[in-house]
């Protein structure tokens, strides 16, 4: 018979024992649970919040005290995390790309695929796979009001299910559409506006593209149509006058701009550059010289480095006045020195040629400077700043593209002396004391004033230093 005091002590061994064998459970239960949440906590993934644990850890634990077993409270905890992964929202798909978007400030590009029938004479893009329509002006100055007014709106549309227009013309090139309306007529802008923007598109497309050409020039695409059968094996079409109904699988209608004479790489499929507009420009004209280095016979006069010097006429404005006193004093310096006017009616081959045989070109800001595209790789060219703060300009046109063409540049900035402004206006006129109040009138004045009415006489003796140093930077002075 046990007394009192052993049946105490043996109903506390039986309560220590149950305590036992329900904090084992615990500990059996708590570990299968970190088992099932350490990955998800120490993941990269969705980690699941330290409160959201402790909650579950809990839930569990209320199951093992009421005799559920550990196993059933790790799967109802796995089930509660399933749900939860379940109706947590997926990211949302990437929203499809528009037909037509911005790919610069300067440019919009419209690119559509499937059944596109193109009617030129209404300026009219069909495609099956449209749902609503777009339009678009294909050149690269969407900013310029006043040149846009010259270039024609293009629409996609669906294609109509009942009264589809059937082709005429069939095609397994890529469409591309462009204007050569805007500005063209001008070089810089034929090259900024049209000419590398319709690389940067057709490059990659190794020759299988059309172009359509909106408000064409004859006299413009002649001029350049070398240029234009290296970028496609296809003609080019005068689109607008074009009776046809033309299909393809693919169409672009508009260019895309980078940057004012150049190519980006980091923003072209394949990193393809200006480096690659600049060789495609020397196999449509046959250009010998892809570096500027020095004939390897010493008695050959190519050894010296040659200097051409871009004249344009006092009445044009931006005329060297002493030109035949600077081709003097160049050809002191050891130069080859050329002379040549680009005009609208030049030879693009023949001038291209020229270029590409100098070393040097020196010119006053302006449209000709553009031939620098035609230098060889390692060559200098010096651009002569008129007065009147036109530093600015002179930096966005021709000092920043330079570095993509791989020519070395340099600037040459009229001073007051050497500008025909002060024949022109008193000491304390406006045009030559505030040049920058001429600036605040726009662009129309700064233009009229400081491009159209100015010609220049640089002095020889700073000249010459400038062209001393372009001389170092050539292989030729090196050598010397």
């Known amino acids: 018979m046990k007394t009192r005091s052993s049946a105490r002590g043996e109903h506390r061994r039986v309560g220590n024992v149950a305590l036992l064998a329900l904090m084992l459970c615990s500990v059996v239960a708590l570990s299968l649970i970190r088992g099932r949440f350490a990955p998800i906590v120490n993941g990269a993934g969705d980690a699941i919040k330290s409160e959201d644990a402790a909650a579950a850890v809990s839930k569990a634990a209320v199951n093992i005290d009421t ?51 193109v009617m030129g004479s209404s300026q009219t893009v069909y495609v099956d796979t449209l749902d609503r329509e777009w339009k678009t002006k294909p050149y690269c100055r969407k900013h310029d009001n006043f040149a846009l007014s010259h270039v024609k709106e293009w629409t996609l549309k669906p294609l109509p299910s009942g009264a589809a227009p059937r082709c005429t013309v069939n095609s397994s090139a890529t469409a591309f559409v462009l204007s050569t309306g805007g500005f063209t007529g001008n070089p810089f802008h034929d090259y900024t506006d049209v000419l590398i923007p319709a690389f940067i598109t057709a490059h990659p497309l190794g020759g299988e593209v059309q172009f359509l050409v909106s408000s064409y020039k004859s006299w413009w695409v002649n001029r350049y149509i070398q240029i234009f059968q290296q970028m496609s094996r296809h003609e080019v079409v005068d689109i607008d006058a074009d009776e046809e109904v033309r299909c393809y699988r693919n169409v672009v209608v ?19 550059s200006t480096a690659d507009f600049r060789k495609m420009l020397r196999d449509a004209f046959g250009l010998e010289r ?131 402004l002060s024949e022109q206006y008193t000491s304390d ?17 700064l233009k009229t004033t400081y491009l159209d009415k100015q010609n220049v006489r640089p002095h020889l003796g700073r000249l010459k230093n400038t062209f001393l140093q372009a001389l170092k930077m050539l292989p030729h002075g090196r050598d010397d």
């Open 254 to 272: 508009g260019p895309t701009f980078h940057r004012e004479l150049g190519v980006d790489a980091s923003k072209t499929p394949s990193g393809y």
């Open 67 to 117: 005799g559920d077993g550990a196993d059933d409270a790790a799967a109802e905890a796995a089930a509660e995390e399933k749900e939860k992964e379940e109706v947590q929202p997926k990211p949302a798909a990437a929203a499809a790309k528009p037909v037509c978007y911005e790919t610069s400030r300067r440019s919009d590009t419209c690119e559509a695929a499937g059944d596109v029938r």
């Open 290 to 420: 892809a570096t500027a280095t020095p004939s390897g016979d010493q008695w050959d006069i190519r050894r010296r480095p040659r200097l051409l010097i871009i004249s344009r006429r006092p009445s044009r404005g931006r005329a060297f006045m002493n030109e035949r006193a600077m081709a003097d004093m160049a050809a002191s310096l050891g130069f080859d020195v050329r002379i040549g006017e680009p005009e609208t009616s030049t030879d693009t081959s023949k001038f291209a040629r020229l270029v590409n045989s100098c070393d040097v070109m020196v010119g006053v800001h302006g449209a000709g400077l553009t031939n620098m595209v035609f230098l060889p790789a390692g060559a200098v060219v010096v651009q002569v700043v008129p007065y009147g703060r036109l530093e600015w300009l002179a930096r966005n046109t021709f000092a920043e593209p330079s570095a993509g063409m791989e020519v070395h540049y340099l600037e040459y900035a009229v001073q007051l002396d050497e500008t025909t």
């Open 429 to 445: 006129h406006p045009v030559l004391r505030d040049p920058m109040a001429i600036h605040k009138q726009g662009w129309n004045a």
